[in-house]
């Protein structure tokens, strides 16, 4: 996969600053300065990397957020980023030191917070995929599940936001529509055809990639987009009755 050839050796001898500088610093021997500004992350990594390098970090950080790594977890980070085998290993280099460094997972939410400004949707989508790997041995637990929501905090996110992720990850039959479009069952359905439309629009797969999703990662928007268009199927039935 193209995001995974130059995830570290494309990167060797850029000056990049905060926690992911010092992070790939340590892995390839560079020195980084921490008065670096994250600007230089942005200026000279690909989004695609960018994004790819957030979601292996954070990813590490959840893995032990409730004090056991489950190797179902371990498989999903590898399945849900779609590693090559010919990359794991560098790949994994980077998921045991955010894994095993004393640094929490603040700084690094707090970076890919300034790296996506503007670019709440780019925000959603980590948070999506964050669930997804907390889900993969099938239960998210407390731990986990306080810590997604504190990332959504300091990526900006309202409580409203991050309710709809986490209702669109049940099954179509579950969901609470309202819910997922971010809407009131009180509201008229001439304002949740407009959430609805927003929604839409800012979770279109399209859109995510030009903004800097990885193809690899996109089936996740997918999967969201389905939620979203059955939410606003069931809001239609029920607002008819």
Same mark, same amino acid.
């Given at each position: ?11 060797? *001898? ?6 992911? *500088? ?8 560079? /020195? ?38 489950? $190797? ?20 994994? $280099? ?16 707090? #970076? ?24 993969? +041995? *099938? ?23 991050? =309710? ?11 969901? =609470? ?8 069952? +009180? ?10 439309? /927003? ?29 979203? %268009? ?5 809001? #239609?039935?029920?607002?008819? %009755?």
């Amino acid at each position: 996969m193209a995001i995974w050839g130059s995830l570290i050796g494309g990167m060797i *001898g850029l000056s990049l600053g905060g926690p992911f *500088g010092m992070l790939l610093g340590s892995l390839i021997g560079g /020195k980084i300065s921490r008065a670096r500004s994250s600007s230089g992350f942005k200026s000279f990594a690909q989004p695609q990397q960018i994004f790819a390098l957030s979601l292996i970090v954070l990813s590490a950080k959840l893995s032990k957020a409730d004090g056991q790594i489950s $190797k179902e977890e371990l498989i999903a980070v590898k399945d849900k980023l779609k590693i090559p085998e010919n990359e794991i290993d560098q790949v994994g $280099k980077i998921f045991n030191k955010a894994k095993e460094e004393s640094a929490g997972y603040e700084p690094y939410a707090q #970076q890919i917070a300034q790296i996506y400004r503007g670019n709440i949707n780019v925000l959603e989508e980590v948070i999506n995929i964050l669930f997804y790997i907390a889900e993969a +041995d *099938g239960n998210v637990s407390n731990a986990e599940l306080k810590m997604i929501e504190h990332i959504s905090q300091i990526f900006g996110l309202t409580e409203v936001q991050f =309710n709809s992720i986490k209702e669109s990850r049940k099954s179509s039959d579950k969901l =609470n529509p309202y819910v997922v479009l971010e809407s009131h069952p +009180d509201d008229t359905i001439e304002i949740i055809r407009k959430r609805y439309l /927003k929604l839409s629009k800012e979770h279109h797969p399209d859109l995510l990639m030009s903004k800097g999703v990885p193809q690899e990662v996109i089936d996740e928007s997918k999967a969201k987009m389905r939620a979203i %268009n059955s939410a606003w199927d069931q809001v #239609q039935k029920l607002k008819s %009755n």
